[in-house]
């Protein structure tokens, strides 16, 4: 396989390039990322000096470089994770998510149109898999989940942006006959996950004695998936799933934004201690306004994948709440590069304008 990647420098992307490494030997991997904020080449570190793998830094919008890629690396596989992620981010800014998100999922569905249509192989090889999110579905009520058949009712300008992309994609298997797969999954945690989002960002701010943000009343439900078993997931649809098919991917574990807020306060408490002032770190949370069209809950069906594929997650969240805590325990200094920038040099003095 000629794999390219997007977005593999942030969090998901990065846990996936090295997954992917580790597992395939006869894979060529090339990592197409812009090193946004929320790109950091450090990530991939340990393994920069694969000759399987190769980094170019590059805009998934830029339709004559992803194009000289697809050509120079005869590229058959297509991972998709390229994106802005953050809900608040796109609040307070829609314009790039509009940008990388729809135009670029389009610029890299035309390269692929492009390229397979036209170099006489055939497409029975091929594989374009668009890495999406549960976030498309809406907000849910107190029962129910989301199933592959849930109507998208998206509601924050990246949810909007995601649900247009995932139609682009559903087209182009409609209209050209593009071997595409969709992905819908939901809420992600782990290492390498930006100090912006729910977990990273009350582990950094707890240990720094820092308030603890809760939206609302915190009884907001999401459904935490460890991201090595989203990982997983994407790389059993990649290979056994059914073209033109979309794949729900969830961790059946919902909890309250206030459970996790509570869990990671009193894991923390018992790794390193009380705070100075001799109060719990629970002490720190506050409820702070809410995020405007704040989804309520969101609870995956997962039983397409577990019962057509045989995905299930391994990792349970009193697991991976553990793990996740050590690592950012572990690693202070990931944590104060990307929030002061300083992994961008880095990057300049790792590949100066390669
Ligand atoms: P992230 O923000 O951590 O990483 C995004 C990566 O994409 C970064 O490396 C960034 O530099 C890169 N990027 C952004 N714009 C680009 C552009 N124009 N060209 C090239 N590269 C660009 O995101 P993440 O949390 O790892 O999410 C990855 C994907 O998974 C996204 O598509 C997201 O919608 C989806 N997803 C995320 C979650 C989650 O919980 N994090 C859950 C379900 C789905
Ligand atoms: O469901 C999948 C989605 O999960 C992905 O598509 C997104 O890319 C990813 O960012 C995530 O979106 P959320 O908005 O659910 O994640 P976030 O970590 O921003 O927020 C989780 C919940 O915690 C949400 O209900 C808002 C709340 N929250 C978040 C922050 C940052 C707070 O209460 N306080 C905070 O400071």
Redesign the pocket.
Known sequence: MNVLVTGGCGFIGSNFVRSVLRQKSNCRLINLDKLTYAGNPENLRDIEDDSRYRFVKGDITDAALVEQIFTEEKIDTVVHFA?E????RSIAGPAEFIQTNIVGTFTLLEAARKSWLQDGTGLADKRFLHV????VYGSLGATGYFTEETSYDPR?P??AS?ASSDHLVQAYYHTYGLPVLITN????YGPYHFP????P??INNALNDKQ?????D?K????WLYVEDHCAAVLRVLEKGTLGQTYNIGGNNEKQ?IE??TTVCNLLDEKVGLRDSGEPRTSLIRY?TD?PG??RR?AIDATKIKDELGWTPAVTFEEGIRKTVDWYLDNPDWVAGVLDGSYQDYYERMYGNR
């Open positions: 994106a992620s953050h809900v608040d999406s999110t549960d976030e924050s990246y949810s995601k999954c939901s809420n992600n912006e989002k729910l977990i960002l009350i603890l943000p809760v939206y609302g915190g907001q439900v999401r459904d934004n996790i807020v702070v995020r704040h989804d969101y």
